[in-house]
């Protein structure tokens, strides 16, 4: 489907779906609470048929974070970005690996990076770093007198 | 639904492979839970290289950051500098000369069959067969030179800038690719009748290690991993960049799954890139080798993506700008992330031997994975 | 014993006093031990990251590393003679080294190749998780530079390594004194 059916479709499927502009991708703005409900009907509705996840990650916006959800179909080709707005201090959203298998390691890094916390995960741990380290890396405030040297 | 994850129980054996461990594909920590030599779980464990480049590269400039991805998956350099040029391009809109275009295509192919290469011989050695270990790395070595007279580095290059390529090539460069093309020819005619017809490697890979075209989806596998259960994924043939589109070659598939389809989708691919090559060599187009672009440059604000077909399947660069010179989020897609957290699901119920062929297979550089 | 009749034995430690019925070889022990030690050095399988391929390289026909005795690569570090640290070391991997090179029998020898083991390379700033360096873990003996190293660069020093060695060249142990430290 081209950009302006998917949006067409889209916006008849999701009530209350709203859209960014710009970009080369259509990009669906979702609420976190209804982020699992919204991501089950893009998989299983025949005629979206978003069965392959191929990017998931999270930005640090300062006042708060954002997850980015990246979409599209091996039937269709035709590409989705999702985003979903998290609160800085307690960050949580459902998982997504029980509909796409992949969400796992990768929600497993953006734990380890950001400190989001995924609901209902099977195994929520971190992955890079080692299990006793404090602190979320990639936050824009993250601070490491002792190893990171600025230039 | 997510099936149990393996559980202990009395005399179930854990056991530690790597991270230091001789079949150098890096550092890859896995826990495996055996059941006398049966494979319950195997569970990886990352980070023993995690080098924490998206960090670093929200301090460097746009010109700056394509060096840290030739060292991320070093066997496919120039296909990974190739996509950070490009997502820096679209951002930009720059455009870029046809020359410029044919020769970052004649690189990221060479680039391919040289990782190909090395992943023949590392994966035969691996299963025990040390021969081809060294009939691999001497063809690698007439790519090395012919990469090392034009970029000046035979492993790490940078040679792709925005807009362009850093130099122009090297008066030898048409006829050494010629005779390389001529050698290796005959070549990999000699690596099938090494190794694919031999009885013991057929028995170690044929049923080893299946994977659905559903599960591969699922799991979010892409390149040779994908295409060995079925699933169309070449970027090259779906979202052509570059030249791709004006070049004839096949996309190769083959629908058994099991290690020894993904074995045989690898060997054709480096016959295809072979043939890529060849229909290039000649074509070279006289113009300028980059495009005029400001010394410092600054992408608009918004965000762009952009992917690429590596050895290993898709790369993706995701760049999130807020006008500066330096981007605000880099995030770099790696395909062996995604090629990794399916070795669980393919392992399961076969033996450890089996494992190190599933491995091998897979083709994993873990410095891709842990970036 | 007259000065022409004593000569220099080719590439072996000592001097050769010819004498009526043959020759008699005179050397020290620890020449000849140095000498036997720097021509057999068998290296540990270590690569983390990109310096690894370069190492591979070396082991490959075209430079072929086993001309100067480093023949097996062993997996395992109670048989080997040398540690090649290729790659970059992070905090997480900094035990697993110390533990490999505890492992190790002595006499042992340490070579940081390429950039990053040398100092932690490209990695070195704004980077919360590479050592910056492999000497803030374990002694090194020879530092190559390079990111990556040639092939002959490694060759080279392989080569000062086994010079090194034979000229009986020791690291200065480290040894804390226990009783010094404050409780």
């Known amino acids: ?105 990768h929600e497993r890094e953006v734990y380890d990076l950001f400190g989001v916390k995924f609901n209902n995960h099977p195994d929520l741990r971190r992955l890079f770093m080692t299990d006793e380290w404090n602190g979320w890396p990639l936050r824009k405030d993250y601070e490491d007198p002792v190893n990171m040297i600025k230039l | ?25 890096g550092v890859l920590h896995l826990v495996v839970t055996l059941s006398g030599e049966t494979i319950k779980n195997v569970e990886p464990h990352l980070g023993y290289i995690h080098r924490s480049i998206e960090k670093m590269c929200e301090s460097l400039s746009y010109r700056q950051f394509i060096y840290v991805t030739s060292r991320m998956d070093y066997l496919s350099s120039h296909i990974n500098n190739h996509g950070c040029a490009l997502c820096v391009e679209k951002g930009m809109q720059i455009e870029v000369p046809p020359r410029a275009q044919v020769i970052r295509v004649l690189m990221g192919e060479l680039t391919r069959l040289a990782s190909h290469q090395l992943w023949w011989g590392a994966m035969a050695m691996d299963l025990g067969a040390l021969t081809p270990f060294f009939h691999a790395f001497r063809e690698r070595e007439a790519i090395n030179e012919i990469m090392e007279e034009t970029c000046g580095a035979r492993l790490t290059m940078n040679y792709m800038v925005p807009g362009g390529v850093m130099a122009d090539l090297h008066p030898n460069f048409v006829t050494k690719v010629k005779a390389f093309i001529q050698l290796f020819r005959s070549k990999i005619d000699e690596y099938d009748e090494l190794v694919t017809g031999n009885i013991i490697f057929q028995n170690r890979m044929k049923g080893v290690g299946r994977l659905t075209r559903e599960d591969a989806i699922s799991w979010g596998c892409t390149g040779p991993t994908a295409r060995g259960s079925g699933v169309s994924c070449d970027i090259r043939k779906l979202y052509p960049y570059e030249v791709y589109a004006q070049l004839k070659f096949d996309e190769v598939l083959e629908y058994d799954g099991d290690c020894f389809s993904r074995y045989l989708v690898r060997l054709a691919e480096m016959r295809q890139s072979l043939s890529i090559v060849e229909q290039l060599i000649d074509n070279i187009p006289e113009g300028d080798f980059q495009a005029k672009t400001k010394a410092v440059l600054k992408l608009p604000k918004g965000e762009f993506y952009s992917r690429v077909e590596t050895a290993r399947g898709e790369f993706g660069v995701y760049i999130v700008s807020e006008g500066a010179t330096t981007p605000y989020r880099i995030k770099f897609r790696s395909p062996g992330f995604s090629n990794l957290s399916a070795l669980n699901h393919m392992a399961r119920g076969h033996k450890i031997g089996d494992l190190v062929a599933i491995m091998g297979t897979l083709d994993l550089v873990i410095p891709d994975i842990d970036r | 014993m007259p000065e022409d009749q004593k000569k220099e034995a080719p590439n072996f430690p000592g001097q050769v006093h010819h004498t009526p019925g043959g020759g008699i070889l005179v050397s020290s022990i620890d020449d000849v031990i140095s000498w036997a030690r720097s021509n057999s050095l068998w290296p540990l399988v270590f690569g983390t990251s990109c310096c690894a391929i370069e190492m591979m390289s070396t082991a490959a026909p075209k430079y072929d590393w086993s001309r100067f005795g480093f023949e097996v690569a062993r997996a395992t570090p109670r048989q080997a003679d040398v540690i090649i640290i290729a790659g970059t070391i992070v905090n997480k991997m900094a035990p697993v080294l110390k533990r490999l090179y505890d492992q190790m029998a002595d006499p042992k020898y340490v070579i940081a190749m390429g950039a990053c083991a040398t100092s932690g390379g490209p990695f070195f700033y704004n ?20 990111c990556p190293p040639r092939p002959e660069a490694l060759l080279h020093a392989l080569i000062t390594l086994q010079e090194k060695i034979r000229q009986g060249g020791k690291r200065e142990q480290i040894k804390i004194d226990a009783s010094k430290l404050e409780k």
């Open chain 3, 127 to 146: 980077t919360y998780s590479v050592v910056k360096g492999a000497d803030h873990v374990i002694p090194v003996d020879v530092y190559i530079a390079g």
């Open chain 1, 1 to 105: 489907m081209t950009n302006e059916e998917l949006k067409q479709s889209l916006t008849e499927n999701f009530s209350g779906a709203q859209f960014e502009e710009g970009g080369e991708w259509i990009c669906m703005a979702v609420e976190a609470a209804q982020f699992r409900e919204t991501a089950g009907r893009l998989r299983s509705f025949s005629s979206l048929d978003f069965d392959y996840l191929f990017c998931l990650t999270c930005i640090d916006w300062k006042t708060h974070l954002t997850m980015v959800y990246h979409f599209t179909s091996t039937k269709y080709r035709h590409m989705l970005v999702v985003k979903v707005k998290l609160d800085r201090n307690v960050p949580s959203i459902d998982t997504v690996c029980d509909i796409w298998r992949t969400a796992e390691f």
């Open chain 2, 1 to 25: 639904m997510i099936e149990e994850l393996g559980t202990t129980t009395e005399g179930d054996l854990v056991i530690n492979i790597g991270p230091q461990h001789p079949s150098t594909h």
